[in-house]
């Protein structure tokens, strides 16, 4: 319990934490209810089909509301889901497919843009390379997000994290190249389909 975990802290403060339950092979969430997560907690399974919720990443919406980027390991695709609630005890939470191009989804970085909207970064197993998305909707439900390629790294993983500049294009950084090394990319729009500058930070010791 609680493998590819990722915390967030609600407006009072009280974490707010994505995992993966290995027994169960399901995505689960834990939101405190103190500071320390001494007292009551309220734990939920969020999704439980297949085996999923690895390599998770959380972020809160402006309604205090969970936002989970995670990966299916059954169906090897990229999986969103948005709570409807602080805790996901409501029921009826949005759980869609937002990549299922091949085998995709893990080491996923997400980040909400300007309106609520999920941007995330992952890995392409397939392709060996590092992937982007920017949803539409808040859900990732339309059916037409913008999905391009950042960089290929050649690698068979990339430990991706991301982040959004002022301006909202993404930043984001990952172990990348034939002989290892720390990378950086910073797209220089929204989408990142336009220009982008990629450099390698460290190379060294196989950073």
């Known amino acids: 319990m609680g493998k590819h975990s990722s915390l967030a802290l609600d407006a009072s403060g009280n974490p ?18 103190d500071p320390d997560c001494s007292g009551s907690k309220s734990v939920v399974t969020i999704d439980s089909t297949g ?8 972020v809160l919406d402006a309604s205090g509301d969970p936002v ?16 409807y609630d602080p805790n996901c005890t409501g029921g009826g ?11 995709v989804g893990r080491y996923s970085s997400l980040a909400l843009d300007a309106i609520g909207q999920p941007v995330i ?9 590092v992937k982007l998305v920017h949803c539409n909707d808040p859900n990732c439900s339309g059916g037409n997000e913008s999905i391009v390629t950042v960089d290929i790294t050649q690698d068979s993983f990339s430990y991706i994290s991301l982040a959004l500049d002022a301006s ?12 290892g ?11 990142c389909i336009g220009s982008r500058t990629i ?9």
Do not use: Q
């Open 181 to 191: 090394g720390l990378k950086l990319a910073h797209c220089n729009d929204a989408n």
């Open 199 to 207: 450099i390698m930070v460290d190379s060294s010791s196989n950073n």
């Open 51 to 58: 085996t999923v919720g690895m390599f998770t990443s959380l």
């Open 168 to 179: 909202g294009n993404p930043v984001i950084s990952y172990f990348g190249g034939i002989n």
């Open 68 to 83: 989970i980027s995670y990966y299916d390991n059954i169906n090897h695709d990229l999986k969103l889901a948005h709570c």
């Open 121 to 129: 970064s992952y890995w392409d197993n397939i392709n060996k390379s």
């Open 93 to 103: 939470e949005s759980i869609v497919v937002v990549d299922n191009n091949g085998s």
């Open 16 to 33: 707010v934490i994505s995992y993966f339950d290995e027994t169960n092979r399901d995505l689960k969430l834990v939101h405190c209810n």
